[in-house]
């Protein structure tokens, strides 16, 4: 069987004002699997991440060169439907950030901008989210308490559950689990696992033992160079690259 | 570099451990074969109770391979490395054990006052004991080559096994061997041939360790 892919990357090259973040990127994003993008500070994983759902425009000098192709559509094309493609594809930050309102209206905010007004169909949406996300059983009697007394994990499971609300293709996740317990990154890998199903997921992880449980392809990148992609298992068993191999072992720094 | 200093002094000590063994089963193979020849059954003896060191040594290299997984998790060449040490002390102890097999066969021939000469079974037991020390030192200094040479090494060690077992087949058809020292001697040459294929097995963990390819030169 031929894996799809959901992204595809060409020549992508990343600017913010004259420094070049990005260089010569090309990779693809296969479906319904866990990619890891793994690598020091500042090698470009967020930046890369970011380009996937043009969260760079919002960045003021950040400047893109190159194809980024999404389900076959050039995503930097002047014509693309930028804010349907952010619906299509969810983002999860490495600090959970729930807006100060109920665990219900945290959830049920996308699709009500997206013109959901039918309450039924409305706890419909959030119930299913919250499901999804492995969270309802801990909040179903408090969906009416403020986010913000939920734990870190819950928050993080919460902001998860609104990425699902807008059922995305794709869900892109930057050290979802970096300001986390133990206890709290395991649900939450759990909870990618289950999620692959489904979704396609993308995540930025410092962790490498995350990245080998957790995902079925990791990318390596170095200063902006993505220098090695391939199956998970094979990049921790058996790295073709010596930068690869220093950086996985410990051996750089 | 700096901050994996311990770990790769952990994988140091790991390697001369194994070197340890791997001295501790040579030693036997030696004296048991030279128990065999002499009909010694003290030196026999002592090679069979000296085995358990060798069990101990296993078990302790294992302990330390998985302290070192549970500490440091290692991936990619260090992974290879643990993974092939945990293979290897398998086919060193099953070398030990073979050894003291052959120091069994001295203690079953203690009342057969018989000697039978072949240079080849003076020359396997150098052979064995060779390509048991080359496959190490193949690991220890990461020498895919002479890894490789241990694997090509074993078709000598078959050779002589085969002139051995000509050499007795011939020795009884001429009833110029005892019957009992002839089964025992083909039992000892057939210990060394085993001894010989766990060498090749050391040297393809070692060859795996280096290129992350298990590979079977001599498929059976
Ligand atoms: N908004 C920005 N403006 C200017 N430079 C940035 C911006 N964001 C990131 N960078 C630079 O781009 C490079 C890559 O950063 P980033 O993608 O955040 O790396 P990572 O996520 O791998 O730590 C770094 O050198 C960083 O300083
Ligand atoms: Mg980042």
């Known amino acids: ?253 | 570099m700096t901050y994996r200093n311990q770990f790769d002094k952990e994988l140091e000590e790991l390697k001369i451990s194994l070197i340890h063994m791997g001295d501790m089963v040579i030693k036997h193979i030696n004296e048991g074969f030279q128990s065999f020849l002499s009909l010694d059954s003290s030196l026999a003896q002592s090679i069979i109770e000296k085995d358990k060191l060798v069990n101990e040594q296993e078990y302790k290299i294992e302990k330390e391979c998985m302290r070192i997984i549970l500490r440091e998790q290692p991936v990619a060449k260090d992974l290879r490395l643990i993974t092939a040490v945990l293979k290897m002390i398998t086919d060193l102890e099953r070398i030990g054990d073979h050894a003291a097999d052959i120091s069994k066969m001295t203690i079953f021939m203690e009342n057969t006052h018989h000697h039978f000469e072949t240079k080849q079974a003076g020359l396997i037991t150098k052979a064995c004991a060779k390509m048991i020390s080359q496959a190490l030192e193949s690991f220890v200094n990461n020498d895919i080559e002479l890894a490789y040479e241990v694997i090509r090494e074993d078709d000598i060690v078959d050779n002589y096994f085969e002139e051995i077992k000509n050499a007795v087949a011939n020795a009884i058809r001429s009833s110029s061997i005892d019957a009992d020292y002839a089964l025992y001697l083909m039992m000892v040459a057939k210990y060394l041939e085993r001894i010989g294929d766990h060498a090749v097995n050391i040297a393809e963990w070692v060859i795996f360790s280096i290129t992350g390819e298990h590979k079977k030169l001599n498929p059976i």
Do not use: W
């Open chain 1, 1 to 253: 069987m031929k894996t799809e892919n959901v992204f595809q990357i060409t020549n992508l090259n990343l600017h913010y004002g004259t420094k070049q973040a990005l260089f010569d990127i090309a990779m693809e994003i296969p479906k319904n699997q866990v990619t890891a993008l793994i690598g020091p500070s500042g090698c470009g994983k967020s930046t890369l991440l970011r380009s996937l759902n043009r969260m760079n425009d919002l960045i003021d000098n950040c400047h893109v060169d190159g194809l980024v192709q999404y389900e076959n559509d050039d995503i930097y094309d002047k014509n693309y439907d930028v804010i349907n493609l952010r619906t299509r594809v969810g983002m999860v930050f490495q600090k959970p950030n729930p807006f100060p309102m109920s665990i219900f209206d945290n959830i049920a905010y996308g699709p009500r901008c997206q013109g959901v007004k039918d309450k039924k169909t409305l706890n419909e949406i959030v119930k299913n989210a919250l499901v999804n996300s492995a969270l309802y059983d801990e909040v179903k009697d408090r969906l009416k308490e403020a986010a913000t007394s939920l734990s870190g994990g819950q928050q993080q499971r919460l902001c998860i559950a609104r990425a699902i609300a807008m059922s995305p293709e794709v869900i892109l996740m930057d050290e979802p689990t970096s300001a986390l317990d133990p206890i709290a990154t395991a649900k939450i890998e759990e909870l990618i696992q289950e999620l692959k199903k489904d979704y396609t997921i993308v995540i930025v992880t410092h962790n490498m033992q995350q990245a080998a449980r957790i995902s079925d392809n990791t990318a390596f990148f170095l200063m902006g160079e993505l220098i090695e992609y391939d199956k998970t298992d094979l990049i921790f068993s058996q790295p073709s690259k010596k930068q690869t191999e220093d950086y996985i072992t410990g051996r750089f720094g």
